[in-house]
């Protein structure tokens, strides 16, 4: 099976932008996780999507956003990006809700720079 | 609200010793536990996870951790590490049940010397 799949690797984005990430899950998953890798931060959990609805909210501003569709495919967006939101964007995805004790599979991630 | 902590950001320990990367975490409740391992440049994997039954769990490439619920511990340990496993650890928890998050730790490096 192919594993998660993220695009883009790189972006370079200006502060105030708005930008769009994609994250496409191993088949037969239908829970994505989104989060977020800063140095010395470790991973902040974003959100979770399972069937196409959130089932779990990080604590992160209104300015990031996510959604699922039919496919299990997933985006998140980040609207007015902020040089704060330079980070590695990592997706996760699993068979069922990840809380049920279900490995995550994680892919290699987005790197978002802003300027 | 459950948390990880990994006291040890950064652990240096020659080849072929042994090593202990470790993991507390806090929940008055049951709760799932993670090692995850993150290589220069890619996405984080799965090393092993306890759910239930016995504490000593084992996972791929030689590791093996113990959950200690009176300690509330999750250490990871490898009894002779290689160059290969030069990389950061990622200790995660989750209450089990319901849609409860995975909260991870800040991660250990672990350099490997020859």
């Known amino acids: 099976k192919a594993g998660v799949t993220q695009t883009p690797r790189y972006l370079i984005k200006t502060r105030g932008q708005q930008v769009t990430l994609s994250c496409s899950p191993i088949?037969?998953?239908?829970?994505v996780s989104w989060y977020q890798q800063t140095p010395g931060q470790g991973l902040q959990f974003l959100f979770e999507?399972?069937?196409?609805?959130?089932?779990n909210k990080g604590n992160f501003p209104g300015r990031f956003s996510g959604r699922q569709f039919s496919n299990s495919r997933s985006e998140m967006n980040v609207s007015t990006l902020e040089l704060g939101d330079s980070a590695l964007y990592l997706c996760?995805?699993?068979?069922?809700?990840?809380?049920?004790?279900?490995?995550?599979?994680f892919g290699p991630g987005t790197r978002l720079l802003v300027l | 609200a459950q948390s990880v902590t990994q006291l040890d950001s950064q652990v240096p320990v020659f080849e072929e010793a042994p090593v202990e990367l470790r993991c507390n975490y806090s929940?008055?409740?049951?709760?799932?536990l993670f090692w995850y391992v993150q290589y220069p440049n890619q996405g984080l994997q799965l090393l092993l996870k306890?759910?239930?039954?016995?504490?000593l769990v084992k996972g791929i490439n030689g590791f093996e951790a113990e959950f200690n619920k009176s300690q509330t511990s999750f250490h990871l340990r490898k009894p002779s590490v290689h160059i290969s496993d030069t990389a950061e650890y990622f200790c995660?928890?989750?209450?089990?049940?319901?849609?409860?998050?995975?909260?991870f730790g800040t991660g250990t490096k672990l350099q490997v010397i020859p």
């Open positions: 929940s008055s409740v049951s709760v799932y």
């Open positions: 999507y399972f069937s196409e609805t959130q089932r």
């Open positions: 306890y759910l239930s039954g016995s504490t």
């Open positions: 996760a995805s699993s068979p069922t809700v990840s809380a049920q004790g279900e490995t995550q599979y």
């Open positions: 088949s037969g998953h239908r829970s």
């Open positions: 995660a928890v989750t209450l089990s049940g319901g849609y409860q998050k995975v909260t």
